[in-house]
C-alpha cells in the first residue's frame, strides 16, 4: 500500500512539474554538444551562460503552449524542426512554429489585427509591413515593450546593433516595431565563368567597343542579353536574360520588390526614396501619404516607372527562354541553375543553397560555383543616392491583441532563434544574415569562395543600397495585392506599361482615399493632395531638392558601361 502510495506521488509531482522536468541546463549542453559546438560568434563560457539567462527567464512560463508562424524557407524549417524543439527542451515552454505560404501570413495577420482573436502568439512576417504596423498601431512597440512590460524576458545580450537589418524595422517615430530573423537580397547574377571566356570578351569587344564585364547599367545589361542569346556554348544554345510574366500574386512582388527603384523612379535616400519612395507613392511632411499618380505628385505612372515596365517587356520577349512569359515565380526560380542563361538582373540571394549543389550544371567539381552575385544594374532614370535593389526581411511581431504572457513566452523564443549562441549555425542552413558578427565570423570567411559573391556582397559598403519596402506604404496587404494584376495586363499585352501604370496608381489612390476617409490610421494617415500636371509637380520637386516626378529622358539610353567582377570585389575590401 505504502509503495503504491508513493509510486503515485511520484506520477502527481512528474505530471504537476511536466513543462519544467526535463528543462534546464543539461538539455541546454546536450543541444550545444549536438548542434552548435563553435559554430557561434560565442564562446563556449558565453554561450551557456546565454542559455541560462533564457532558462531562468522562462520559469514563470514553463508548460505554456505557444504558437507562432511563418512563411516556408529553409531558414524557417531550421527554426520549426530544430530550435523550437530544442527551445522547449531547455525552457519547458512548447513551441508550435508553423510554416504556411507568405500570403497565407499576412491573411492570419491581417485576420488578428481585424478581429482581435489572438491567432498566434508571433508572426515572423516581412519588414514591408512596417508602414502598416506603424500606422494601425495594432502591433507592440518592441521599444516600448523592451523598456517596460517586455524588460524580464529581453535578453542582456540580444545586441540590437549588430543587426544589420533594424532600419527596415524602425518606424518615422523612431520606435523599432520588428525584430529581423532572417533576410535577403535581390541581386545581379551571372555566369562568371563564360564572362572570362577569351572567345566570349573577344566577341562581345569586338562587336560593342567595350569588355564584357559586370553592367553597371541597363544600357549594357541589355547588350550582354543581346550578345549571349542564341550564342552556341557547350554545345548548347543559351539566354542572355531570365524571368517570369505569368498572371500570379508573385508577378506583384516581382515588381514591389524594388523593379521600379532599379529604373530610377521615386527620390533619392536611404533606405527608402523620400518623400517619394520606389512604389511611387509620396508622403509630406508628416509622413501622411498624399498621392501615388503624378497628378498628385507620385511615380507610380510616371515616365520611370512606364519605362521599368517597358524594359521588363522587352527583354523577356527578345532574350529569355519562351516558356518563361508563362512560368511563375516558383517556376522560374531554379532555371539558371540548369545551366542555359547567361545572366539574371534579379536573383534573390534566399535561393543560394540551390545553386551551389553538387552535380549542377552551374557548379565546378570542386564545389565552388561557375556564377557569381553582384550589384544589379540601374535604368536611365537612377541618380547616385538612390536604393539599388530589395532586402526581404523577415521579422518578429508581437501583436497588441496577444495577451502579456504569451507575447512574452513568444519573445523569448524569438530571442532564441536569432541569438548570438544559434545565429551563425542558423545562417549557415538557411544563408539569411541578419547579425554583423555572423557576417564576419570566420567559418564565412571559409566559405565563402562556395557562394558565388554572398558574403563578399554582405561585407561590402554596397549592400546600403539594397532595402525592403519602406514606410511610405501605408496598408502593404491592401496595395500589395493591386500590382499583379496591372502588371499581369502589361505582361499579357491586354494594357500598355502606361495604361497598366495609370490604373495602377488610380487603384492605390482608392485605398488611400478610403483610409482617409475612414480615419483609422489617425494624424498619420494618407491625404490626397490636389491634383496638378507632371510638369509642375517635376518643377516643385526640383525647387524643393528632389526628383521625382521625373520627366522622360529622350533616348532611354545612356552609355553602356560594365565593371571586372574580380576588380569590384577587391575595391570592396580595400
Not at 480615419?519 to 493632395?529: E, M, N, T, W, Y
Request: glycine share 8%.
Amino acid at each position: 500500500m505504502r509503495r503504491q502510495f508513493l509510486t503515485s506521488t511520484t506520477a502527481l509531482v512528474l505530471l504537476l512539474g511536466a513543462g519544467q522536468a526535463y528543462a534546464g541546463m543539461d538539455e541546454a549542453k546536450a543541444f550545444l554538444d549536438a548542434e552548435i559546438k563553435d559554430m557561434s560568434t560565442l564562446d563556449r563560457a558565453a554561450q551557456e551562460a546565454e542559455m541560462q539567462w533564457f532558462i531562468d527567464a522562462a520559469k514563470p512560463f514553463a508548460g505554456m503552449d505557444i504558437k507562432v508562424v511563418s512563411e516556408t524557407i529553409t531558414t524557417h524549417e531550421y527554426e520549426s524542426k530544430t530550435l523550437a524543439k530544442a527551445f522547449t527542451d531547455i525552457t519547458g515552454i512548447k513551441i508550435t512554429h508553423d510554416l504556411i505560404g507568405e500570403g497565407d501570413v499576412v491573411e492570419k495577420l491581417q485576420t488578428q489585427m481585424q478581429s482581435g482573436e489572438n491567432i498566434y502568439d508571433a508572426y515572423i512576417n516581412d519588414s514591408d509591413l512596417i508602414g502598416t504596423h506603424w500606422r494601425y498601431q495594432q502591433a507592440r512597440s518592441l521599444t516600448d515593450w523592451m523598456a517596460n512590460e517586455g524588460k524580464d524576458v529581453t535578453n542582456p545580450n540580444l545586441d540590437l546593433a549588430d543587426f544589420i537589418g533594424t532600419k527596415f524595422t524602425t518606424a518615422p517615430d523612431g520606435d523599432l516595431y520588428q525584430l529581423p530573423d532572417q533576410q535577403f537580397a535581390n541581386l545581379y547574377w551571372f555566369r562568371y565563368d563564360w564572362f572570362n571566356d577569351e572567345k566570349n570578351k573577344a566577341d562581345f569587344k569586338a562587336k560593342y567597343g567595350y569588355d564584357l564585364g559586370v553592367p553597371v547599367n541597363w544600357s549594357a545589361y541589355e547588350d550582354i542579353a543581346e550578345f549571349f542569346t542564341g550564342r552556341e556554348i557547350d554545345g548548347k544554345k543559351v539566354y542572355g536574360h531570365m524571368d517570369y510574366g505569368k498572371k500570379d500574386p508573385s508577378l506583384g512582388w516581382r515588381f514591389t520588390d524594388a523593379w521600379l527603384s532599379m529604373a530610377g523612379n521615386g527620390d533619392k535616400g536611404l533606405p527608402n526614396g523620400l518623400p517619394v519612395d520606389e512604389w511611387g507613392i509620396k508622403v509630406d511632411e508628416k509622413s501622411r501619404p498624399v498621392g501615388s499618380c503624378v497628378a498628385r505628385g507620385g511615380d507610380t505612372n510616371g515616365p520611370a516607372s512606364v519605362y521599368a515596365i517597358q524594359k521588363y517587356l522587352d527583354w523577356m520577349k527578345a532574350y529569355a527562354p519562351a516558356a518563361a512569359q508563362g512560368m511563375t515565380f516558383s517556376e522560374s526560380g531554379p532555371v539558371p541553375a540548369q545551366g542555359e542563361i547567361a545572366q539574371q538582373m534579379f536573383m534573390y540571394t534566399a535561393f543560394t543553397a540551390d545553386m551551389v549543389k553538387d552535380g549542377l550544371p552551374v557548379v565546378n567539381e570542386d564545389g565552388t560555383p561557375k556564377w557569381r552575385f553582384a550589384p544589379s544594374p540601374h535604368g536611365v532614370y537612377w541618380k547616385d543616392g538612390m536604393k539599388l535593389g530589395y532586402q526581404d526581411v523577415g521579422s518578429w511581431t508581437l501583436l497588441k491583441s496577444t495577451p502579456d504572457d504569451r507575447a512574452k513566452a513568444a519573445w523569448l523564443y524569438a530571442q532564441f532563434v536569432t541569438s548570438k549562441t544559434v545565429d551563425v549555425k542558423k545562417s549557415h542552413v538557411g544563408l539569411t544574415l541578419i547579425r554583423e558578427s555572423t557576417i564576419q565570423h570566420k567559418s564565412f570567411t571559409d566559405r565563402a569562395p562556395k557562394l558565388g559573391g554572398l558574403i563578399e556582397f554582405y561585407r561590402s559598403p554596397a549592400r546600403v543600397q539594397w532595402s525592403p519596402t519602406g514606410t511610405n506604404v501605408p496598408d502593404y496587404p491592401k496595395l500589395a495585392q493591386l500590382w499583379w494584376q496591372a502588371i499581369g495586363d502589361a505582361s499579357s499585352g491586354a494594357k500598355t506599361p502606361q495604361e497598366a501604370m495609370d490604373s495602377l496608381c488610380a487603384e492605390q489612390e482608392e485605398v488611400l482615399e478610403r483610409l482617409e476617409r475612414a480615419g483609422v490610421q489617425g494624424d498619420i494617415g494618407p491625404k490626397l493632395a490636389e491634383e496638378k500636371t507632371l510638369e509642375e509637380w517635376n518643377s516643385d520637386a526640383v525647387a524643393k531638392g528632389n526628383l521625382a516626378p521625373q520627366l522622360k529622358i529622350e533616348p532611354e539610353k545612356d552609355k553602356p558601361q560594365t565593371i571586372n567582377y574580380d576588380e569590384l570585389v577587391k575595391s570592396w575590401s580595400n
